[in-house]
């Protein structure tokens, strides 16, 4: 369906992360669902395309494109499996949060060899006693010369088993709340860096998410990102970003999940006639629809003020929201059509409707995003 607002470029790369991932990705998807596999065995296929740094311009080894280009791509990817999305995701959020928080030096330092894929990026802003509210976080980092020691423990972290380095949020002044906290980049191969076993998951059973004990791991002051108690903005500016990463995620199961009641609804007779032809389906498809096209114009919106170089965190929010809660819903009457069969896992719906979960939960729960929304409109 052609979409206002994307350029030729735009698609012409989306088209070729879709034939990639129609082709190298969705046959895979259901094999590291039902194993737990890690869908870090796509990185280098999706770093020949320039998926892994397509949040960061050319200069940090970027292919330069547009955030446009970005979600596009985002989406054919999660049609054909969320795991590896969500694992693109984790690794965009650190990078980005050196992209928006760093100097030159470090940027030079991480970016390029994350973008060509040889490095996986983490990002370690949760914990366990906590993960909506960060500006209270417990993790600390002391200053010591030229080095930070860190200690604290934060949970379901993406990729921390691979990652070559997680940007790690930790107070550095116990009194000045959101102001008190700090970023820093750590080298996961430092003393006292420990990675757990994976996390046992609903869905997105490929995207591993893990807790990260940090024993007075030793940084040095080169890897802080900005000025001491920056990073919570940092954090913040961050989240923006990835937001729309999980709008783009909604968009694409949602997508699969139409695309497979819409052949089912063609094909499956009842009755000597083709569920198509029954007003019920007729109504659950077109609400579907419906939910899924209003979805693509919050995230389209937001993506315009972005690239625009526009304040867009409401419209950020207002996307994650509603596409997350759309998903949900398209997902699950998907595999309501499809009645029994739905159910089985011969078939990917009941994959669909485990990996939507995650996506009112993480990067801001559905009531974290109307929390923001709420502030933003009553000013
Ligand atoms: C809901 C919250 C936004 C509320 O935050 P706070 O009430 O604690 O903080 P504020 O007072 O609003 O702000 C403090 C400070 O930061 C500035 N700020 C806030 N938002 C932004 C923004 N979008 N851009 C830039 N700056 C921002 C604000 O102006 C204040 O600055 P001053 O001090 O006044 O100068 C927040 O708690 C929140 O977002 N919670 C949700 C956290 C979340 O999404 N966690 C998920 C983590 S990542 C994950 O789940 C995936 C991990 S992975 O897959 O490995």
């Not at 990639?20 to 259901?30: D, K, Q, V």
């Not at 996986?120 to 960060?134: I, K």
């Not at 088993?161 to 080298?187: H, M, N, P, Q, Y």
Request: aromatic share 6%; charged share 20%; proline share 3%.
């Amino acid at each position: 369906m052609t979409r206002l607002g994307i350029t030729a470029e735009d698609q012409a790369l989306a088209d070729a992360v879709a034939r990639y991932a129609t082709e190298a990705i969705a046959p895979l998807a259901s094999d590291i669902d039902a194993h737990e596999r890690s869908a870090t065995c796509h990185v280098p296929g999706l770093a020949a395309l320039g998926v892994m740094g397509m949040n960061l311009p050319e200069r940090w080894g970027g292919p330069g494109v547009m955030p446009t280009a970005m979600l596009l791509s985002l989406v054919e990817i999660s049609r054909a499996c969320a795991a590896t999305s969500s694992m693109i995701g984790a690794h965009y959020l650190g990078t980005d949060a050196v992209l928006i928080g760093g100097d030159d030096d470090q940027r030079g330092r991480y970016l390029p060899r994350a973008a060509s894929g040889e490095w996986l990026a983490g990002f370690a802003l949760t914990e366990p006693r906590g993960g909506s509210h960060p500006a209270d976080l417990r993790t600390r980092a002391v200053r010591d010369g030229d080095r930070y020691r860190i200690d604290g423990v934060k949970h379901f972290i993406s990729n921390a088993a691979e990652a070559k380095f997680l940007v790690v949020f930790a107070r550095t002044d116990a009194t000045a709340g959101a102001r008190g906290v700090s970023a820093f980049i750590v080298d996961t191969d430092r003393p006292g860096v420990k990675v757990s076993a994976p996390e046992k998951l609903m869905g997105i059973r490929g995207g591993h998410a893990f807790e990260v004990a940090f024993e007075s791991v030793e940084v040095p002051l080169a890897n802080r990102l900005g000025d001491e108690g920056s990073g919570f903005k940092t954090a913040m500016k961050v989240l923006d970003n990835s937001r729309l990463d999980v709008a783009a995620t909604s968009l694409g199961i949602a997508e699969a999940a139409l695309a497979a009641a819409l052949d089912w609804a063609r094909e499956r007779q009842v009755g000597g006639e083709a569920l198509a032809g029954k007003q019920g389906i007729q109504w659950m498809l077109a609400d579907m629809k419906l939910r899924l096209e209003a979805a693509w114009g919050l995230t389209m919106q937001a993506l315009a003020l972005r690239s625009a170089g526009q304040p867009f965190t409401l419209q950020s929010a207002m996307a994650k929201l509603y596409a997350s809660e759309m998903v949900a819903f398209v997902a699950d009457t998907a595999l309501q059509i499809h009645g029994g069969y739905g159910f089985t896992r011969e078939m990917p719906l009941e994959r669909y409707v485990r990996d939507a979960r995650i996506l009112r939960i993480y990067e801001g729960s559905s009531e974290i995003q109307r929390n923001i929304i709420a502030r933003i409109v009553l000013g």
